[in-house]
């Protein structure tokens, strides 16, 4: 990027924040955004994403609707001497972020490839996101079940607490896979006192929750707290602000 195109990303990605939403400024830091031209005909505005979060960009109309907006209030006047209904007009194209060749790059796939493995986090909630033909959501590397959860992620990361996105845990009571294996939404960890940050969409699961806190409450993890996924996030510092409170509570 020359000067002007390094001024004209950080204003977009400065805006963006400004209006609440991170999660979406996260993925811009890492977009290139273009102007196409045909000739000195402007034509259209291309989103450069990287190959980590094209798909989730792409399937997400309100992530493009935010881009496009605050692209469009930083662009006017600076990039194209057109009329409003002219820029309002103006396509965007959602495009995948070449890569820089390395030197060496097939060895260094190759090894990749070799030694890729499974992760464990997110690992539960990934499968079922597959069988529904769907992807989960993607920020700063860490895998969400939802945007709810990545409100609460960035709460976490602003006031500097340890957490474990989406972990797999294992305790092998019975041998089999889905009684032993068990993924919260967040376990953090603070002043020494772990606990469980759930993020709720089902109201009527009470007796499942229940039984899932159940399992880690029997190896010592008493604090497990659910809040609705509207409210964590409206008011991601506000849940994490109570979480804390009452985490504070069972500290030994």
Known sequence: MDEFDELLHRTWVQLIIDN????VAAIAIETDASILH??????????????STYVHVKNNEQIKKVMERAMRSVSLGRIYDYDHDVIDNLPFVYRVKLIEVETGWRNIVKNLI???????????????????????????????????????AQEL?????LFFPLPLAVR???????????????LICNDGTWGILEVSYHPDRYEKDAEKDSWFKKSGILCI????????????KEVVDEFLTILAKHRR
């Open 20 to 23: 609440g939403y991170r999660e």
């Open 38 to 51: 045909s000739g000195c005909q402007p034509v259209s505005i291309a989103f450069d994403i990287p190959t």
């Open 114 to 152: 070799a030694n890729a493995q499974d992760p464990n986090q997110a690992l539960i909630s990934e499968k079922v996101f597959f069988k529904k033909g769907k992807q989960v959501n993607v920020y700063n590397e860490m895998k969400f079940a939802s945007r709810s959860e990545i409100r609460i």
């Open 157 to 161: 990361e602003t006031q500097k607490i």
């Open 172 to 186: 092998a009571d019975t041998g089999n896979f889905y009684d032993d294996h068990r993924e919260v939404d967040f």
């Open 225 to 236: 707290q659910h809040y609705s996924a509207e409210r964590c996030y409206e008011f991601p």
